[in-house]
């Protein structure tokens, strides 16, 4: 019993009754207190919600009548029929009234929310859109619009409930001297709005309310439109948003205000506090079915675990137990697709992978050891292979002193310019040189050339000063040189050019080696062009090429990238050009990288 205690399956017990439980319990009776500070929230703030969506609503059937009343505001046409000066029997009265019904018309249809819109001058002559036309003189209730012409800024008109009409009116001035012209009123479909207000409903009885600044209800559910505001609640004047009071059937109830149409309203959201409490009843008994329910499932997965979880661990704990003494060889056998039946396979993958990095580490060691037997050797051939060459540095320097004794310059120049070429072959410590040093390595192999032809090839070479400390691989110039003398010239047998230049191309370098000779055909320059581009960096070029365009462009690639190389390309008037491209590549001395 004791052993089956300290068992995992134990522990998993204790802690699903006491972390469940426990807080199960504690929580639910600490949010049975909180239940209604909580719903209180949620509420208010789900109401506050319905009510900023409602102040939208209202606030864009004011800005409708703002936009169009602004527009007649400004339309100099328009403030003609406003005019006192302009007489009433004038043909810039009539147009211009045609003009306005057209116009007010057809903003009553593209806006549904405006029945009707009407201009009124200082002298009182009013024209609408249905068009009606009162002259300076008509009968009508001066009273009424002598208190609209009153009127100091835009605003909304008490609402007239006998016709549903809310009337929005703006100002008219004259742009030149700034003196009231007149009015424009627009009427809105007052039971649009109301419509819109009664179909609010916050939780199951709540209901919204709409007040005018001069204190009369604009809509209220069951109280008529004009009707004085009466509801016993404190001064509106208050900072909070929202408050508990009685409503005006003395029961308690949340209220929530706020302003609509642009400020010129107070809209109120009424919430029955019956409403509240029943939330909260509901919230009580969910909490009591769900303490039911979750004690069940504590003991249902209790069971599970016993059956399910505590052998396959035990199992598996024993194959762990038997590789941890070297057992390599051990498996889990478990055939689920669960949790531990993913971590069984893990486990012998993670034993199979063990054996094979065992075996892969005396592998590579093996190999590690042939490596270095190999390497050990490569470089006693390498330093072996440098004999010949160092001692035909020296046979070369000898015979050129010898020349020198005896008077032979020809045989002086040849040998210098090759003891040369060959002491440039020697300095491999670095596989960048500058373009300096590699136009005069193509200068040395031009001294010989000439002295093998007898002056049949002419080379020219130009390097700016700027470009000569530009990196480019060594052995980049002299097999170019080589191969137009051997492929564009010798076969040409009559004098020709070979010209060896640099220039600067925006941040690129641009080598060029021309030649007058034979040229090649475009479809065999175009396939030379396309067997360079088929090389890539980890392309080698066989022996049998040896350091020829194929080489130099494989070599550039590596050192600068895909972007870089030769291109071929016809010279003009004849011959053969192969441009070298390489970035601007100067700063710091020549060093491996």
Not at 350 to 357: D, P, T, W
Not at 459 to 468: A, N, Q, S, T
Not at 511 to 531: H, N, S
Request: no cysteine; hydrophobic share 40%.
């Amino acid at each position: 019993m004791r052993l089956g205690f300290r068992s995992i399956y134990a522990r998993i017990l204790t802690s699903l009754l006491v972390l469940t439980l426990l807080p199960l319990f504690g929580v639910g009776f600490f949010v049975y207190l909180r239940s209604a500070t909580i719903l209180e929230s949620k509420i208010t703030d789900s109401t506050l919600q319905t009510l900023v969506q409602a102040q939208s609503r209202l606030d864009g059937f004011v800005t409708e009548a703002a936009t169009v009343a602004d527009t007649i505001a400004n339309y100099p046409d328009f403030q003609k029929l406003m005019d006192a000066s302009v007489p009433d029997e004038n043909a810039v009265i009539y147009n211009g009234t045609q003009e306005f019904v057209r116009f007010s018309k057809l903003m009553t249809l593209t806006h549904p929310d405006i029945i009707r819109i009407t201009i009124i001058g200082s002298n009182y002559r009013r024209i609408d859109s249905l068009g009606r036309y009162l002259p300076a003189g008509g009968n009508y209730d001066v009273d009424k619009f002598r208190n609209i012409l009153e009127m100091s800024d835009a605003g909304i008109l008490p609402p007239d409930s006998e016709d549903k009409l809310l009337a929005y009116a703006q100002n008219v001035y004259n742009a030149e001297n700034g003196t009231k012209m007149g009015m424009v009123v627009v009427d809105l479909d007052l039971s649009q709005i109301q419509e819109y207000l009664r179909q609010v409903h916050p939780l199951q009885n709540g209901y919204l309310f709409l007040v005018d600044t001069a204190g009369n209800y604009v809509f209220h559910p069951s109280l008529e439109t004009g009707v004085p505001f009466r509801e016993p609640w404190p001064d509106s004047k208050q900072d909070s948003p929202y408050f508990f009071t009685n409503s005006l059937d003395g029961h308690r109830a949340l209220v929530i205000r706020g302003s609509a149409g642009e400020g010129r309203w107070s809209l109120y959201g009424v919430i029955p506090y019956s409403d509240i409490s029943s939330q909260m009843t509901d919230n009580r008994n969910a909490i009591l079915v769900a303490g039911i329910v979750l004690a069940a499932a504590i003991l249902a997965v209790a069971f599970f675990l016993r059956t399910q979880l505590v052998k396959p661990i035990r199992k598996l704990q024993a194959s762990m137990s038997l590789v941890e003494r070297g057992d390599l060889q051990q498996r889990f056998a478990y055939k689920s697709n669960d949790e531990i039946g993913k971590l069984g396979r893990s486990f012998n993958r993670m034993v199979g992978r063990i054996e094979e990095l065992i075996h892969d580490i005396f592998t590579a060691k093996t190999k590690e050891a042939h490596a270095k037997l190999l390497q050990q050797e490569a470089q006693y051939e390498a330093l072996e292979a440098r004999v010949t060459p160092h001692f035909l540095y020296n046979t070369l320097d000898a015979v050129g002193w010898l020349a020198r004794d005896r008077g032979v310059r020809e045989i002086t120049a040849v040998v210098d310019a090759l003891a040369g070429m060959l002491r440039y072959s020697l300095e491999r410590s670095t596989p960048l040189a500058t373009l300096k040093q590699e136009f005069e390595h193509a200068s040395l192999y031009a001294d010989i050339i000439d002295f093998r032809v007898g002056g049949q090839v002419r080379f020219r070479f130009d390097l700016p000063i700027g470009l000569e400390e530009v990196r480019v691989p060594r052995f980049t110039l002299q097999p170019l040189v080589e191969n137009a003398v051997q492929h564009g010239i010798e076969p040409l047998g009559e004098e020709a050019e070979v010209v060896v230049r640099a220039y600067l191309e925006g941040d690129l370098v641009m080598i060029e080696v021309a030649d007058t000779g034979a040229g090649v055909g475009i479809r065999e320059r175009e396939e030379l062009q396309a067997r360079l581009e088929g090389l890539s960096g980890g392309t080698s070029v066989s022996s049998s090429e040896g350091i020829g365009l194929p080489n130099v462009h494989q070599r550039l690639r590596m050192n600068f990238g895909e972007d870089f190389g030769l291109t071929l390309l016809p010279n003009a008037p004849k011959g053969f050009l192969v441009r070298v491209i390489v970035p601007i590549k100067t700063n710091g001395p020549i060093s491996e990288s």
